[in-house]
């Protein structure tokens, strides 16, 4: 699977010549992505010039969907003649980037192999994409992580009124032996969850609970008294499990931390790497039928995918707002 940190784009009308094209801003920023000409990833100067190599590719069914290899260059020890060889070594990830009207995100995959950390990635991106529109356009723009709440009950009161579900994922995350001890405010489920996070690493299944509405009621109003939930946040904050909760539209918001890298409390979203590897393959192996198969059906997934994490934007003031 491909691990996908979620940032938004903001556009800076901070030149007054930027009035003149404001309007047209989103059309400037999707012409860079045009093609594999359309923009160049380079930074430094001289011998300390890098370039970062890309390609592009656009859905068929959206254009504004973009997604993006853009390979790190690196040098790699290899074994050759029962000698070690430096040789140069170019590991591609992936950019998602969904620039249709109004829409701002772009997610940017995790992927320590080609780019240490998202965020290496993101100022490359950052600082190339602002230099062209500031020098073609007289605007900037900026990238920006989102971040998840660490507050469970927070995120949770924000979306009351939408909530149709809340899923608890008791087999993500390793369980610390030291959990075990801690003083809890009931135990009665707290052995149950203990024996599915075993059972799911020992058998390789993947138990979930999920909390849903009565049958009655339009949506799951917040129960900050329960110990039952309460103790499931405690499980949850030891493994490092995310915690969904998912509204009436089909959206998720994921809380709690993912991971321990410099970007491990960035929102992130998953998807099979093979539904991005089939986007970019030879253009003689797309004429086959069952290839055009697996693309029409990569291109429907990566749709879904991006709709999860889809943030819009409106203007205040003249400035863009990103709700």
């Known amino acids: ?125 950052q600082e190339v994409l602002n230099m062209r529109m500031t020098a073609d356009h007289y605007m900037g723009l900026k990238l920006h992580p989102q971040f ?59 138990p979930v609970l999920e909390l849903n509405p009565a049958a009655d009621l339009p949506f799951l109003a917040v129960d900050e008294s329960s110990t039952f939930i309460r103790n499931l946040v405690k499980f949850h904050a030891n493994t490092g499990a995310p915690i969904e909760i998912v509204t009436n539209d089909g959206s998720r918001f994921t809380c709690f931390i993912d991971d321990g890298e410099e970007s491990d409390s960035i929102v992130t979203n998953e998807i099979d790497t093979e539904t991005l590897d089939v986007l970019f393959l030879d253009t003689a192996k797309k004429e086959d039928e069952e290839i055009k198969k697996r693309i029409t059906a990569a291109e429907k997934e990566l749709v879904e995918f991006i709709n999860k994490m889809k943030v819009e934007a409106d203007e205040e003031n003249g400035k863009e707002k990103v709700a």
Not at 26 to 45: C, M, P, R, V, W
Not at 51 to 79: F, Q
Not at 83 to 97: A, G, L, M, N, Y
């Open 148 to 206: 998840y709440p660490r507050d469970f009950y927070k995120a949770w009161r924000l979306r009351q009124n939408t909530t149709s579900c809340i899923r608890f994922n008791i087999s993500d995350g390793i369980l610390p032996n030291k959990f075990e001890g801690e003083d809890l405010d009931d135990e009665s489920i707290m052995d149950f969850a203990i024996k599915l996070n075993e059972e799911g690493y020992r058998k390789k299944y993947r």
């Open 1 to 125: 699977m491909a691990k996908f940190a979620q940032y938004y784009l903001e556009y800076l009308k901070d030149n007054l010549f930027a009035d003149k094209e404001w309007a047209e801003r989103q059309k400037h920023f999707g012409a860079y992505f045009e093609s594999n000409e359309s923009i160049d990833f380079s930074l430094g100067e001289d011998e300390d010039r890098k370039t970062y190599k890309h390609d592009v590719y656009h859905l068929s069914t959206n254009k504004d969907i973009i997604v993006m290899r853009i390979a790190n260059v690196k040098t790699k020890e290899v074994i050759q003649d029962f000698k070690t060889v430096p040789v140069r070594h170019e590991p591609p990830c992936f950019v998602i980037i969904d620039n249709r009207d109004r829409c701002r995100r772009i997610a940017i995959q995790k992927n320590k192999e080609s780019f240490s950390t998202t965020d290496s990635l993101k100022k490359i991106l």
